[in-house]
């Protein structure tokens, strides 16, 4: 099966989200393998995930947060992410 991730950072003042197509047999090990995303988004063995569900990365100065996790198809997803990353009039 498939899953949309979406992960969200938030690095100083700014803000990104990051999509991941996830192939998992059930959306208990999606969650599972979007956890250790988020936790190992960065190199920094103190990381910490705070109850925002938050996970804080160099004393807090960069998190990584998991937004989004839905089943999906493959697809789907390669129609989502054309949707989002195309940009200029119709051809």
């Known amino acids: 099966m498939y899953y949309h991730l979406t992960l969200e950072e938030i690095n100083g003042e700014q803000e990104y989200g990051y999509d991941y197509l996830v192939t998992a047999p059930s959306m208990e090990v999606a969650e599972q393998i979007a956890e250790e995303q988020a936790r190992s988004f960065y190199c920094d063995e ?5 109850e925002d569900g938050w996970y804080e990365f160099f004393g807090g100065s960069i998190a990584v947060k998991i937004a989004w996790l839905a089943k ?10 054309l949707a989002v990353k195309t940009i200029g009039g119709e051809t």
């Not at 103190?46 to 705070?50: A, G, H, L, T």
């Not at 999906?72 to 992410?81: G, I």
């Open 46 to 50: 103190d990381v910490e995930k705070n």
């Open 72 to 81: 999906t198809t493959k697809a789907a997803f390669v129609k989502r992410m």
